[in-house]
């Protein structure tokens, strides 16, 4: 099974390296937004993670409801 049946590459030979230090600047973002972890029986539990985008404010209503996706600072 290949991969490329699931995934679509959309670019390459993108600079990620701006990002890369952006994250290592401020490591305390990968636990600023827990809702997925903290939800009841999230399988989520032991991850972290950091939202550049998503719902317009972070709770489950939003999350589940909100169409949108917003730039997150």
């Known amino acids: 099974m290949t ?3 699931y995934f679509k590459r959309i670019a390459t030979g993108l600079d990620v390296n701006p990002l ?5 600047a401020k490591p305390e973002l990968w636990k600023e937004i827990e809702i997925r ?9 032991d991850t972290e993670c ?8 972070m709770s489950a209503y939003y999350v589940l409801w909100d169409t949108g996706s917003y730039d997150y600072p």
């Open 3 to 5: 991969h490329t049946k």
């Open 50 to 57: 950091i939202y550049v985008r998503g719902p317009l404010k």
């Open 20 to 24: 890369l230090k952006l994250l290592d």
């Open 37 to 45: 972890q903290k939800f009841t029986n999230s399988p989520h539990k």
